[in-house]
């Protein structure tokens, strides 16, 4: 990965960082490091994910899955559950990969009567094994199977932790099952079986996934000016401590939209506590530009714009027209268009003075996304370690839970007592 | 569609509205509805939007595309000559309607390889008919088609202003041809031949999506208290001036994923201007609580979460299980699952003090997405009332198009030069 953050500056930006500013943050940023390297070495909670690139098999994920023959995955899981695997996938522009990760009926229904059962397998994924979402669907997914005749035991693969539910039926059923790493939450689990699972049973090589997150990991180094992961994290946090509380992120490529989610999720849980922690703002390249780019140059100075693109692509020629006023588009490939439109984009930030960064990597394959995973992961650490929250652990989520659980199981909850209370205004 | 604002009032949120200030801002709401009310009996440019539901003649749409008999529909459009109309297919839980609104080689590629082109129609739509990256697209598609020996003067449909590349075109090609609506900015167009064709050509009752619309402009009306568009948008509004910058934005089914779509350029582009506008977050529940909630509950108090809901849907049991600990799932559907999940995050954001409103249709089909699109562009005219802005211009995007253009053809421009200028910060 390759970071330019020259119209992050303040001779560019407002808000901006000083080259002087970039100066000391770097004291930081080697403090940091030290913290990180010391946690990744004992393999602490949370700093065990910078790991994976080692600790994960390939060679075991593989032979874990070699028996289920198929031709399409369908992922039951939610949040750190799916979107990494949904990441890795649409990074291999592999098509078959479905997810249901939501509790909505009718979707579940439209996807579960779209899918040819017989030749799809399932990949559940909970680490306790009670993930209200994933045990429900699970549920539903079992049942659409036997209601089609197919046998959900010889294509079901299991990702969970050691002990719970979910382990047990495995166990019971001689389920195909794989661990989720101890140590890593689940947003930070991408480059272990929960993320690599269905790249795997469809036949794609995830060791060149973990390749690429291991050259990454190897540029890990205690400045930013070395280590193009934590100038991410750094600037990022400097410019959010200077009112950027908005994190747009913007890929320029179709096949990076789920990376744009993945990032929202591992941004917004890590990094959200205290009062602090930048808002993920998904936008896609350039279709955004049709939609967002408005606010973006003429709204209010709060948001960093991260645009990320591939370096290389499989380019497409734009057939030549004679139509006039559109001739010029017929010298030029979609990709030089797209280039084009990306330039264009950040230099129009950079002429209105909004703060934004360049991300690139090589190409979206394998290789690039093991990189993308990897590295972002690394800038979250390290802001989490810049604003000094903690990073690994999610509190503010466990309210809804038991709010959701008492309003539907009639266990008793003050949270559900809650929700009955509300004070409503209504207007109908 | 039904709004409550209970959860953004100052006793529970904050920031938050007092209801003396929601007095105050009626009068407010009362005078810009005086101001809409002329525009659109004047049909002024941008408020003539707000007539669509009259002006626009489903039977016309209907009897320009009879003639063409396909199974999918490809759209070859970008920011609103798209999002309207796939949030109108979404809506209708169409699962054959497809998007080239990106200029991504790769996916392009991968999008036209997987469809039968013989049995696809293309939908065409750009008003000035000189838009890049959707001329670019149609000059890829028709090669594509010619390519496959299909022919596509026999299933295009363009959509297009009344001059320029495209009506001449259609016109030397006798294709049938609609028009973009005049007095209407592209991301209002939604309610007419730009957002339904699509719909029309898969043979869905297009009439009903203006039926729908037509009952919420019916319910127009100077104060908030008696028209729930407009109590959306001024509490949206109230909100964004106590420092409430981002709405994100989070339906609660995954058939108005476009919707939030829509409405992130709906609200971005009419409201970015002259450093205001809050930043559209897009995010789906129940899936982003395990994503977002962290931050929206723990972060800043700088974000009005707006949770849309449908009152009914098609429903599916959560089958029976005897595994200790999940059987309170087995006595409900996934639907009161949803339901009780979107209740519980509505609660825990306001025990956080973070503002929410809740907005409901009676279901997500025809009737209840025309009423959605139709009353979230009353409160986004209201709120570009309130805060002053020109809601039905995009100034700032000109800047980006003029480099794109000089970078492409060669055209010697000011923007092109200043690209060529960034400046560099990199690190690799």
């Known amino acids: 990965m390759r970071v330019d ?11 901006g960082v000083s080259v002087d500013a970039l100066d000391r943050l770097d004291d930081a940023v080697a403090e940091a490091h030290e913290t990180i390297a010391a946690g990744m070495a004992n393999a602490t909670f949370g700093y065990a994910s910078l790991n994976l690139p080692e600790t994960t098999s390939a060679a075991g994920i593989e032979r874990a899955v070699a028996d289920v023959d198929v031709d399409a995955v369908l992922t039951v899981g939610i949040g750190g559950s799916a979107l990494g695997a949904r990441t890795v996938t649409a990074g291999l522009g592999e098509p078959n990969h479905h997810l249901l990760d939501n509790v909505d009926p009718e979707h579940a229904t439209r996807l579960l009567d779209s899918l040819d059962l017989s030749r799809t397998a399932v990949n559940v994924v909970s680490r306790s094994g009670t993930t209200a979402e994933t045990l429900a669907n699970f549920l539903v997914v079992r049942d659409a199977y036997e209601a089609a005749g197919v046998d959900w035991t010889e294509r079901t693969v299991v990702t969970t932790g050691s002990s719970g539910p979910l382990a047990d039926l495995a166990d019971e059923e001689g389920l195909p099952t794989l661990s989720v790493p ?27 996934v973990l390749a690429g997150a291991r050259e990454a990991r190897d540029g890990l180094a205690g400045s930013l000016h070395d280590c193009p992961a934590y100038a991410y994290g750094a600037v990022a946090t400097a410019l959010e401590r200077r009112g950027a509380h908005t994190n747009a992120f913007m890929p320029y490529a179709e096949a990076l939209e789920p990376f744009a989610e993945w990032f929202a999720q591992l941004w917004a849980e890590s990094l959200g506590k205290d009062g602090q922690g930048q808002t993920p703002a998904r936008a896609l390249g350039a279709t955004d530009q049709h939609s967002q780019l408005q606010l973006y140059r003429a709204g209010r100075h709060d948001k960093l714009v991260t645009l990320v693109r591939p370096r290389e692509r499989a380019d497409r020629a734009i057939p030549a027209t004679d139509v006039e006023g559109l001739s010029y588009l017929g010298d030029a490939t979609l990709g030089e268009l797209l280039d084009a439109e990306f330039e264009a984009t950040e230099a129009s930030l950079a002429a209105a003075g909004q703060p934004n960064v360049r991300v ?20 979250c650490v390290l802001a989490g370690e810049l604003i000094g929250v903690e990073t690994f652990t999610q509190p503010a989520v466990e309210w809804g839970k038991n709010a959701a659980r008492g309003l539907l199981g009639g266990e008793k909850t003050a949270e559900a007592d809650a929700v009955r209370g509300k004070r409503e205004f209504r207007i109908e």
């Open 182 to 208: 101890e140590g890593v939450p689940g947003r930070f689990a991408a480059l272990s079986a929960v993320g690599l699972v269905p790249a795997a049973l469809l036949g794609h090589d995830i060791e060149a």
């Open 360 to 379: 690139e990597v090589d190409r979206v394959d394998a290789a690039g996304i093991g990189d993308l995973l990897f590295s972002f992961e690394a800038a």
């Open 5 to 15: 953050i020259g119209n992050a500056l303040s001779e560019t930006a407002t808000p």
